[in-house]
């Protein structure tokens, strides 16, 4: 089994910074692929980054340029920089973990969500 629990989020002003980390605990042989998803009231849950295993990064256009996603394999953790924040990027955001247990099976895992609000 793998918890992640995840931190970061806030209210931010247009313009600002944050950044978010996902910590992965648990029994597990290793982290494959980490993603952010971000899901607002009425619309369904969206990637916004995603990196795999070998360091391969994927973002939403919309968010392109602004977000760097990345990963510390010796913490289990993974970040969202994100920077330039917009209000269309305020939601609820979900990171995801696929990983492999120690019986070889992959699972994947969710965080409880972290809220970002961009506002002035």
């Known amino acids: 089994q793998v918890q992640l629990v995840e931190s970061g989020g806030g209210l931010v002003q247009p313009g600002g910074s944050l950044r978010l980390s996902c910590a992965a605990s648990?029994?597990?042989?290793?982290?494959?692929?980490w993603v952010w998803y971000r899901q607002t009231p009425g619309k369904e849950r969206e990637l916004a980054a995603s990196i795999t295993s070998g360091g391969s990064t994927n973002y939403a256009d919309s968010v392109k340029g602004r977000f760097v996603i990345f990963r510390d394999n010796a913490k289990n953790t993974v970040y969202l920089h994100m920077n330039g924040l917009k209000p269309e990027d305020t939601a609820v955001y979900y990171c995801?973990?696929?990983?492999?247990?120690?019986?070889?099976?992959?699972?994947?895992?969710w965080g409880q969500g972290t809220q970002v609000t961009v506002s002035s």
């Open positions: 648990g029994s597990f042989f290793k982290i494959n692929a």
């Open positions: 995801k973990a696929d990983a492999t247990g120690w019986d070889t099976l992959v699972s994947e895992y």
